[in-house]
């Protein structure tokens, strides 16, 4: 399940794309070819600013000028339980074996619009599944598979987070109200956001 990045400060909603395999040196590049579409001065992936996906197909347009995101490669065992990759694998009919994490800065809609069209890019380009990180409102998406992955709770008790597919995630950016689950963001009470 993502959460904030390891190092990073930007806390806005995050989500990863779950995939079969690891990134090879080409895929990798692709990936920062992906970033530099969106942010032409952008030096990493972890650390860029999108004001728009029209380079990628979407169509959000930030009015509050280009925001913070970042993109950072992981281990699915990093962060999943091995009962929570089991229930991916008879969902999906697959063992997530790498992970593309991203994260938005801020907090605000056009962040959760920007990183819902920037997980459905990645989740086609890259062959993978998008684990939303937490719960999502799914009352008007009716198409796609979308699983509750069910887990325990140090404290006691069980919790579960969402991961979809493609389709999922396409309908859902078309008719519902985008929120993500999401973290506080570092920002929110600065200048930033």
Known sequence: MPGPLDGEILMGPT??????YSLDEHERADLEAV???LDPSASSTKDFHVGTTL???????SGEGARPFSIRLAEPVETEEEESLRQIQDAFSFWPIAEIQAAAGCNREIDHRILGELAAFLAKHFGGIIDFGG?????CAESGKLLPVRYALAA???TSFHVGDLAFLKQWLVCCVIQMPSYPSA??????C
């Open 156 to 158: 006691g008790g069980q």
């Open 55 to 61: 380079s990628i197909g979407g169509s959000a347009i």
């Open 15 to 20: 989500v990863s794309i779950l995939l079969p």
């Open 35 to 37: 970033v530099k579409s």
């Open 135 to 139: 719960q999502l409102d799914t009352d």
């Open 187 to 192: 920002y929110e009470h600065g200048q930033l």
